[in-house]
């Protein structure tokens, strides 16, 4: 878990990168050319992993964005009570609790498997395991 950094003129559409502090998932980006008294400059706009919220940023081709590392792991769900999901993880076996996201509300249940993604210290169930 942890950041490493790329030129703000290599972030494609769907990269996930840090936009004010929140990791973030690419919608956009533009690309300006350099002019006569400046570089080239990046617009790049995304939505909050977390939290859902819009986020745009205006830098330098040249200057330094941090990409937040996802760890992508394993886990069985132990119980569910309303939204959240009791899970233990596969490799550690370490317990905690993940909300349902709305889209695996009502197919997630005891004794499944699914994958969840640890990013910045907040972990975030991502899909039942075995469906794509």
Same mark, same amino acid.
């Given at each position: 878990?942890?950041i490493k %950094? &790329? ?14 502090? !929140? =990791?973030?998932?690419?919608? /956009?980006?533009?690309k /300006?050319k350099p ?6 400059? !990046? ?11 819009k986020?745009?940023?205006v830098? =330098?081709g /040249?200057?330094? #964005?941090?990409? =937040?590392?996802?760890?992508k792991? /394993? ?7 309303e939204? +959240? ?5 596969t490799? &550690?076996?370490e317990t905690?609790?993940? &909300?349902? =996201? ?5 197919k997630? +249940?005891?004794?499944? %498997? ?9 972990k975030m169930m991502?899909? #039942?395991?075995?469906? %794509?």
């Amino acid at each position: 878990m942890g950041i490493k %950094q &790329t030129n703000a003129s290599n972030v494609h559409e769907g990269d996930t990168i840090m936009l004010d502090g !929140a =990791p973030c998932r690419v919608m /956009s980006v533009s690309k /300006s050319k350099p002019g006569k008294h400046g570089a080239a400059k !990046a617009r790049i706009v995304g939505i909050g992993i977390l939290d859902e919220k819009k986020r745009d940023l205006v830098m =330098p081709g /040249s200057d330094r #964005i941090d990409v =937040p590392l996802i760890e992508k792991k /394993s886990a069985q769900v132990l119980s569910i009570i309303e939204n +959240k999901a009791n899970v233990m993880d596969t490799e &550690t076996y370490e317990t905690f609790d993940l &909300t349902i =996201p709305e889209e695996l509300k009502g197919k997630v +249940k005891d004794g499944m %498997q699914v994958l969840y993604w640890e990013i910045m210290g907040s972990k975030m169930m991502k899909q #039942i395991k075995g469906e %794509q």
